[in-house]
């Protein structure tokens, strides 16, 4: 026996009703396959929407965005993710960085005896744009030596100023006490 395709069909759409007739021809139908195991109809493929676009990769000159889908069935054959061009103006020139105004000099790290201070610039005049260069080999830090006095001579001078400063208020309890005669 050759192999054969089948397939059936039932009279119930409608039904006959009220005394209506049943449904002409026949409920079952064959036919002989033309390959050897009769492979059945394939399944029809099933998919999800497409997604959001990505990010494009590039912000001008020609970058690439994707999106993604899901097979829902057994098997898909089309394809599950898509590209497009995105940000296909030319991208402007570059803009090499350049070195911003020096800040105020921050406090001495100590109090006598030889200390620093340091001052520092941002590469922001202007900022580096569009695969410009930024500011290396420019200095952004800058150091400073500070309060190189002796300690010693420091100590001596707080005694001078605060035996003046005593003095000072003697005086003034002088003059603020009334003369008795």
Do not use: H
């Not at 009769?38 to 970058?63: N, R, T, V």
């Not at 057994?74 to 497009?84: F, I, P, T, V, Y």
């Not at 000099?105 to 520092?120: A, E, L």
């Not at 605060?162 to 603020?176: G, P």
């Amino acid at each position: 026996m050759d192999p054969a395709q089948n397939r059936t069909r039932e009279c119930n759409n409608p039904l006959p009703d009220n005394g209506g007739a049943g449904c002409a021809g026949e409920t079952t139908d064959s036919q002989e396959c033309d390959t050897p195991t009769c492979e059945p109809e394939p399944e029809e493929e099933q998919y999800s929407g497409w997604g959001e676009w990505e990010e494009c990769d590039k912000e001008c000159g020609s970058g690439t965005q994707f999106r993604t889908r899901e097979c829902l069935s057994d098997s898909c054959s089309g394809n599950l993710d898509e590209d497009r061009l995105c940000n296909t103006d030319p991208c402007p020139e570059p803009v090499n960085g350049g070195v911003g105004e020096w800040s105020g000099y921050g406090p001495c790290s100590v109090r006598c005896g030889g200390g620093s201070k340091t001052r520092t610039r941002a590469c922001d005049n202007p900022a580096p744009a569009y695969g410009g260069l930024d500011c290396s080999g420019e200095d952004l830090e800058d150091e400073e030596e500070c309060n190189m006095r002796d300690c010693d001579s420091i100590t001596g001078i707080y005694a001078i100023l605060e035996n003046a400063l005593v003095s000072m208020r003697n005086v003034r309890f002088l003059f603020s006490t009334p003369f008795i005669e």
